[in-house]
Structure formats: structure tokens, C-alpha cells
């Protein structure tokens, strides 16, 4: 059930008879399934990308695609990196950072931070050929879930009151961090070849700074930096594909 509490925590994706609740070992042991609903959800994103594209011109076809990956999760990670950028770029201390990061307003850093990000992924996505960005799609989300694997297992999360990554704070244990990123590396082996090595060092590059910057300012993580992270890496994985130097293989 592991496979499904990952399901129901990353995704608004309807399965039938789940739970509201999970156990926290459970919910441990689902962060090593993070990749495969991530490329659960870039897939979907690339079916509705594929069919959109036989019906309309390739920039609606990739609005669509990105729109379709929003609405299954929620807009829960965009949600968090608006957060993010409200928090760490309107807050001087560490309780001011907090503080704004759970009001549930959005200021301006957070309107720019999401914009720019979007119009971003994709501008990247429309310099791909067609079969291109449905690897790219795939990817993306593999590796952008993966993300949030190593802040959870190497920093401490700072809400005292719990937050939305507190159920899964102590669950990723060494095992499941190299199980899942073992898993990671063949999603990405499968659908971008020998690009995978320099989009796993990118994403590990993104990682590391924003972890090393939350730590610095708010001495740890939370929620909202976990799916910042994720937004993070699912754009640098977009920008290391649309390189005019680094070309995914047919």
C-alpha cells in the first residue's frame, strides 16, 4: 500500500477506496515509489501533450501538457514555490521566513518566482522536437520528485507544529534513498539515454543549494521547500534538454 500512499500524497488522482489517513511508517516507506508517481504523472502530462498535438498547434499542445500535470497534482508543488519565494525573498529571519511562508496569501515574489518558472518550462518544452518533449515530460517529473529524497533524509524539518513534509520526515532511510534513486536513474536511462548524466547532476546541483540555502536561513526544511526543490529541478532538467549543446538521442 506503500505505492498508493504515494499515489494519494503527490497526486489528486482518484483511486478507489483509499484512506485520508496513513500510517507514518507507511508513509516512510512510500517515499521510495516518489520517482515512479512522478513519472506516473509525466506521462500523464505526455499523453494529453501527444493527443493535443494531432488537434492543435504545438505551443497549445504544451500549455495543455503542463496544465494536465498541475491539475493532477493539485498545483501543489507551484503552490509551494510561490511559498518559497514569498518567504525566503519578503522575510529577514528565520520566523519571519516561517511565518510568510504559511500565510496563505501570495505576494509578489511569489507571483514572479511561478510566472517566470512556468513561461520557462515552457519555452524549454517548445524548443524540443515532438517526441523529445514526451521524454522530457517523463523525466522531468522522475527526477523533480526524486528531489525532495535527499533534503528529507540529510536536514531537519524546522515546523514544530508539522506541516505537509512532516509525515515524512525520518522515513527516508539510506536504503530507501538508494533504492529510489536507483529507480530514478532507470527511468531516466529508459526515456532520455546517456542525457541522464548531466540531468542528474544538475538536479543534484539544485538540490544541494537549496538545501544548503534553507539550512543557512531557516536551519532546516519544510514542506514548502521540498516542493520548491521539486519545481527547481523539474526546470533545470527542461533547460539541460533544450540545450543547444546537449541533444536527447532518438
Not at 41 to 47: D, F, K, T
Not at 83 to 101: E, K, N, P, T, Y
Not at 204 to 228: C, E, P, Q
Not at 234 to 243: D, F, M, P, R
Request: aromatic share 8%; hydrophobic share 55%; glycine share 10%.
Amino acid at each position: 500500500m506503500s505505492l498508493r500512499s504515494a499515489v494519494t500524497f503527490l497526486t489528486r488522482l482518484p483511486l478507489p477506496h483509499t484512506a485520508s489517513e496513513h500510517p507514518t511508517a507507511e508513509l516512510g516507506a512510500a517515499t521510495v515509489y516518489f520517482p515512479v508517481v512522478g513519472a506516473l504523472i509525466g506521462a500523464l502530462g505526455a499523453g494529453v501533450y501527444w493527443l493535443a498535438s494531432t488537434l492543435w498547434p504545438e505551443p497549445l499542445a504544451i500549455i495543455l501538457a503542463v496544465a494536465a500535470t498541475v491539475l493532477a497534482t493539485g498545483a501543489l508543488h507551484e503552490d509551494a514555490l510561490a511559498d518559497f519565494a514569498d518567504g525566503f525573498g519578503g522575510g529577514w529571519s528565520r520566523d519571519q521566513v516561517l511565518a510568510i511562508m504559511k500565510d496563505s496569501r501570495i505576494g509578489s515574489y511569489g507571483v514572479a518566482a511561478l510566472t517566470l518558472v512556468l513561461l520557462a518550462k515552457l519555452a524549454a518544452l517548445a524548443s524540443l522536437t515532438r517526441l523529445d518533449v514526451v521524454r522530457a515530460l517523463i523525466a522531468a517529473h522522475t527526477i523533480g520528485r526524486w528531489a525532495a529524497l535527499p533534503l528529507l533524509a540529510g536536514l531537519p524539518y524546522v515546523r514544530d507544529a508539522g506541516g505537509t513534509g512532516a509525515a515524512f520526515t525520518g522515513g527516508v532511510t539510506p536504503l530507501r534513498l538508494t533504492l529510489a534513486t536507483l529507480v530514478t536513474a532507470a527511468i531516466l536511462a529508459a526515456t532520455i539515454g546517456l542525457r541522464t548524466i548531466p540531468t542528474i547532476i544538475a538536479a543534484t546541483l539544485v538540490t544541494a543549494f537549496l538545501g544548503w540555502y534553507a539550512h543557512r536561513r531557516i536551519g532546516g526544511i519544510t514542506g514548502d521547500v521540498l516542493g520548491a526543490t521539486t519545481q527547481c529541478v523539474e526546470l533545470a532538467t527542461y533547460l539541460v534538454l533544450a540545450s543547444r549543446y546537449i541533444s536527447i538521442p532518438g
